[in-house]
């Protein structure tokens, strides 16, 4: 009886020390400026599908033009944007940023135009709509589109605009489930 006693004691401080392990772990790399994000809906297909799940960097991190972002929908001053109130969402969003401070776009049926240059977007799926829009994006915001532009509302579109970046919560570099790098 005894040796079954001691069995389960060390069973029990084996799965104990491995549910430890994965805790110091997980917070070492959320100090480390990792995080996690569900893609929710087909803004980004076919880049990324619905209900994958993507790991965050953020640690000095400065947003670039092409890197997928995840979003924080939450606005401090508003609470939440008026679309996402009314809807009940607040899920962040997940979109490819397409210009910086300083920058300015143009969308066109075709072709997004940064200072004048086409952007090669080869990942892009449909046609741009609303197009016809320019802009200048001031210091501090960026400009960001989902890939699959008939099914994105992104900021074309007055309900999102252009984005704050200290809301964004990182760039997206490896998808979880399933496994891969973002590109």
Do not use: C
């Amino acid at each position: 009886m005894e040796d079954k006693k001691s069995a389960f004691l060390r069973r029990a401080f084996d799965v104990a020390e491995v549910l430890v392990t994965a805790l110091v772990i997980a917070t070492a790399l959320y100090a480390a400026g990792f995080r996690q994000a569900e893609v929710v809906g087909n803004s980004m297909q076919t880049t990324l599908q619905n209900g994958e799940r993507l790991l965050l960097h953020n640690f000095f991190y400065e947003p670039k033009p092409g890197d997928i972002v995840v979003i924080n929908r939450y606005d401090a001053d508003k609470h939440y944007n008026s679309v996402d109130f009314a809807l009940g969402r607040d899920e962040p969003l997940v979109k490819r940023v397409i210009a910086v401070g300083g920058d300015t776009v143009r969308v066109e049926k075709d072709a997004v135009f940064v200072n004048g240059t086409q952007l090669n977007e080869p990942y892009v799926h449909f046609q741009n709509e609303p197009y016809g829009m320019e802009v200048t994006v001031p210091e501090g915001f960026l400009f960001v589109m989902g890939d699959h532009r008939d099914d994105s509302l992104d900021s074309r579109f007055e309900e999102v605009g252009l984005i704050k970046t200290s809301d964004v919560m990182g760039k997206a570099v490896w998808k979880l489930a399933p496994f891969g790098r973002v590109e």
